[in-house]
């Protein structure tokens, strides 16, 4: 009942309160035996893409990480939030090397142990690195080529590895990881959060093992504490405090969705600053895809004298930079009508009421190409490597679209709609609870929303041409 007493959202249900499920979660070999399955399926692919057909079409790597995991993940993050990090094999093979064991407890760990550059513990590097991989993906057509797939993987599997030997716990998910930023804000939106139950129960615990680890488990690996945690951003959901709280006193909820932004409290600029240009970049993901496209590049290269990559490159950036300098521009005008608010409290709250929006944009962008193009990991699971075998017997299907193309743009639309439901609704939470009432603050961000909304269901109508 204190839990309710502390919570505005009283339609939570505990999941740990079953025993099975606290003991699942207790258990240190259970998240092994998740990352021990990823990191196999991991190993397969990268060796697919070093050693198999390297048709994008009819390999494994292509399809599976591309097509399949990217589309998977998208969905999982509005579904059940970062539970992807609690089997991610890159996470798990840092942890393994720094702290040299698969999933005991131990106290010494093999890493220099230093501390994250203060200036960098943001997302400014998550960003930069999430921005060079996007466009490193334009750029070389990594998603079209099993080689560079497998080498990315292995390049980024290396950088884990440093990061975790020279900095503390995971430095590299919280501050490093190219979609920390992106797993982190979309999983706002997810119906589950991990939660202390009561917060007056943290300010009077002494012991704090949920910060500094005990014989049970480890510290919280990106430095969160559960007695003041309020959003799902940075949570790995690693359970490992669930695992120290000796007081039992962390929840692991279901609960309604977009449920952080019910309360937020703590909003930061650099989160502001990705979530828009997140919006940017799915945008411009979907735009390069459709077929007016080609024409309206063309065009601009024959105008300019530019090379077509150069054209993209200056696109890319604009396209990033653009909703940044639009929302500004949008949040200076509201700043202008309401003399009395800081325009820093006006950009960055009204910026989380932005995510579901762009959450849904990007889930309809990949949608599409999960609906027509997931089929082909069919014939590709019975022939891997592409040497003619027949594993499970389905080499020889032909894939098909699961959906008719309108069918899959209804669904689209749906989504969209969803997205902007939920957008307007946190925009007038954050207007009531922040702003008291004031309206009129977010009238400008409605129409900033509403322009986003219109011209994505405009592109989402354009035909598109497929990513393999
Ligand atoms: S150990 Fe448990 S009760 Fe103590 S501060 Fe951490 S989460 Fe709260
Ligand atoms: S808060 Fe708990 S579950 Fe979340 S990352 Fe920290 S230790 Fe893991």
Redesign the pocket.
Known sequence: MENEKNNPDKRKYDMLQQDAVASFFKNRKTQFLFQLTAVFLLVLVVLAGFFGIQNSNMSLTTISIWVIWWSLLLISLALVGRLW?FMCPFGAIGDWAQRQTFYKKIDGTFSLKMKFPARFRNLFLAALLFLIITWADFQFNLVNSPLLTAYFIVALLGFVVIISIIFER?SFCRYVCPITGLIGLYSMFAPIE?RAKDKETCKACTEKY?ISGNEK??????????GT?EKNT?????????K?CDRCN?SFNIRSFAGDFLNLTKTRVDEALFILMLLGVTIFQTLIMIRPWAGFSRDLMIYTGASYDSVRFILFIAAAAFPVLFYSIVIAISKFFNQKIIFKDLFTSYAYSIIPLGLMMHLSHNIRHLLEEGAGIIPVLSDPFGFGWNLFGTSGYMPAPLLASNNILLIQWLLMLIGLGFSISIGKNISRRIFHENDSSYLHVLVFVLIFFVFNLWILGQPIMHKH
């Open positions: 990090c995971r991990l949920c488990g480890y510290p919280c690996p990106v430095f969160e504490y559960p945690m940075h949570c790995i959901l690693c359970t490992e405090c669930v120290t962390i």
